[in-house]
C-alpha cells in the first residue's frame, strides 16, 4: 500500500518562503530516492507585516493537517505530514528590526500551531543550505545549482531556501528511518 507523506516548509523573515512536497512514503523506508518520489510541490512568498505572514503560515499548516486526517479514511490511501522552519541563531548582532523578524515569526507559528495539535520542526539553515564555513554567495551559488539540476529552481531566493529546508527534511526522514 503506497501512502503521501507532506511536508511544509518555511524560511520565515521581512519575505518568507514556502514549500510543500507530496511524495510517495515509500522513499521514506529506503525503497526509492526521494527525489524520484515526489508527486506534487508548490511553493511561494509571503509578504507584508509579520502577523499577516504568520496567520497565512497557520492557515496553510492546518489546511494540510486537514487534509491529512481527511486521507486516513481512505483505504489504500494514509498521509502523513511534518512543518519544518528555518531556525534562526544570531551570529551577529544587529540594529535593524527586521533582523529579527524570523525569530519573532517562529515563536508566534511555533504556539499557534501546538495550540492547533501540530508540532513545528526547526531545522538549522546550514542543513538546507551548506556549510556555514563558506561564504554566503557560494552557499546561495552551490544552492542555485543544485536545484536546476533537480528541477527545483524559482527566482526569488526566500522561495529556494524554503525548497532545500523541504527537500533537506525529507531527505532527514529518509535517512532516519
Known amino acids: 500500500m503506497s501512502s503521501v507523506y507532506s511536508v511544509l516548509a518555511f524560511d520565515p523573515g521581512g519575505k518568507s518562503g514556502w514549500a ?3 511524495v ?12 524520484n518520489s515526489v508527486l506534487d510541490w508548490d511553493w511561494g512568498v509571503l509578504l507584508g507585516p509579520e502577523n499577516d505572514q504568520v496567520r497565512s503560515m497557520i492557515h496553510m499548516s492546518i489546511k494540510l493537517r486537514d487534509r491529512t486526517i481527511a486521507y486516513e479514511g481512505k483505504k489504500d490511501y494514509v498521509a502523513e505530514c511534518a512543518v519544518v522552519s528555518e ?15 524570523p525569530m519573532r515569526i517562529n515563536a508566534k507559528l511555533d504556539y499557534q500551531l501546538w495550540l492547533n495539535g501540530i508540532e513545528l520542526h ?13 561564504p554566503e ?3 546561495e551559488a552551490r544552492l542555485i545549482e543544485r536545484l536546476r ?3 527545483y529552481y524559482v527566482p526569488q531566493k526566500d522561495g529556494r531556501a524554503a525548497i532545500a529546508h523541504a ?3 525529507l531527505r532527514r526522514v529518509s535517512a532516519a528511518s
Open 149 to 151: 539540476r533537480w528541477g
Open 87 to 101: 531556525s534562526f541563531i544570531p551570529r551577529k548582532m544587529s540594529q535593524q528590526e527586521q533582523f529579527y523578524s
Open 24 to 35: 510517495d512514503d515509500r522513499c521514506l523506508y529506503g525503497r526509492r530516492k526521494v527525489l
Open 122 to 134: 526547526l531545522q538549522q539553515p546550514s542543513l538546507a543550505l551548506g556549510s556555514a564555513d563558506l
Open 167 to 169: 527537500l533537506t527534511w
Open 137 to 139: 554567495s557560494d552557499r
Open 20 to 22: 510543500r512536497f507530496d
